[in-house]
């Protein structure tokens, strides 16, 4: 464990990765729009941080096995389907897109603020103020 490997480093570096997984199937509805019969898809943010965690302190997994870890997509019911099968919502997912980028713009200013507490704790040499 390196000195960078704090408890708190570890839950940003999950929560980002969730972020990131949510936002790529944002995007994926988007680019499909105009494909007949796709199903809009997404996945519950809370509920896949929570397993990640509990995933990582249930075993003290490696970068490896925690590359391996996958959020559960689902398809979302209660859209308007137009003729053609899709449900796409434009409105929708450019909500949830703006959502996942403030979540992720949150999560790196936490993970920032987090180094410079650790610059800071080495810089100081252990001399107290």
């Known amino acids: ?5 704090t408890p708190m480093t570890g839950a940003l570096s999950r929560y980002l990765d969730v972020d990131v997984a ?3 199937l944002i995007t994926a509805n988007l680019a499909n729009i105009d494909t007949p ?4 898809r997404d996945l519950d943010f809370h509920a896949e941080l929570m397993r990640s965690s509990m995933h990582a302190a249930a075993s003290e997994m490696t ?3 925690y590359a391996a870890y996958t959020p559960a997509v689902q ?3 209660g859209l308007i389907e137009r003729p053609d099968g899709n449900n796409v919502s434009v409105e929708r997912e450019s909500l949830l897109l703006a959502e996942s ?5 949150l999560g790196i200013q936490l993970l920032k603020d987090e180094f410079h507490g650790i610059s800071q704790a080495i810089n ?3 001399t107290s103020s």
């Open 101 to 105: 980028q403030m979540k992720y713009s």
């Open 22 to 24: 949510r936002h790529k």
């Open 37 to 40: 019969g796709y199903r809009t």
């Open 1 to 5: 464990m390196s000195m960078i490997d």
């Open 75 to 77: 398809k979302i019911r």
């Open 124 to 126: 100081s040499g252990g």
């Open 63 to 65: 970068d490896l096995e």
